[in-house]
């Protein structure tokens, strides 16, 4: 997910086994390095290792979408970041470095406006259902990521 805190405190860290009576229970530790979850993600490709730009410039999705080998493509997508209050300074660092506010306000902007510039279709549009692998340091790889 876009914030590793949020999901990685959903992924419990402790399963409780419990006797036949079912009146004494035992809280067992776990660990949450290789745990694997479902979330719902953005079709940007490799967004937690690049920039918000650069992700959405080489999504295939979004630059098909968008029409991104156009002349005025490129303009569309940088228009899009601006009716979402993104400014393209920021879009252009590491999303690791991204402002916390603009990750919160993300998921929300980006559905306000997928609808107007093409980015929903039948299938589900710019989201889908995607699955997570929590890694030492409390990091999260994304399938899409490494496929």
């Known amino acids: 997910r876009l914030y590793p805190n949020d999901v990685i405190s959903r992924s419990s860290t402790a399963i409780f086994a419990e006797d036949g009576d079912g009146k004494h229970s035992t809280r067992v530790s776990t660990t949450e390095n290789g745990r694997i979850l479902a979330d719902d993600e953005f079709r940007f490709f490799a967004l937690r290792h690049w920039s918000l730009y ?10 098909t979408k968008l029409q991104i080998h156009k002349p005025g493509g490129v303009q569309r997508l940088q228009e899009l970041l601006a009716r979402m209050g ?8 590491p999303f690791a470095f991204l402002r916390p506010s603009l990750k919160r306000r ?3 902007m ?3 406006y997928a609808k107007e ?9 710019i989201q889908y259902r995607g699955f ?3 890694t030492g340091y409390k990091s999260l790889v994304s399938a899409q990521d490494v496929s």
């Open 86 to 93: 993104f400014p393209l300074d920021d879009c252009r660092q």
């Open 54 to 63: 650069d992700a959405m410039l080489y999504s295939n999705f979004v630059s």
């Open 106 to 108: 993300l998921r929300r």
């Open 117 to 125: 510039y093409g980015l929903e279709d039948g299938e589900g549009g």
């Open 132 to 134: 997570l692998r929590v």
């Open 110 to 112: 980006v559905g306000l």
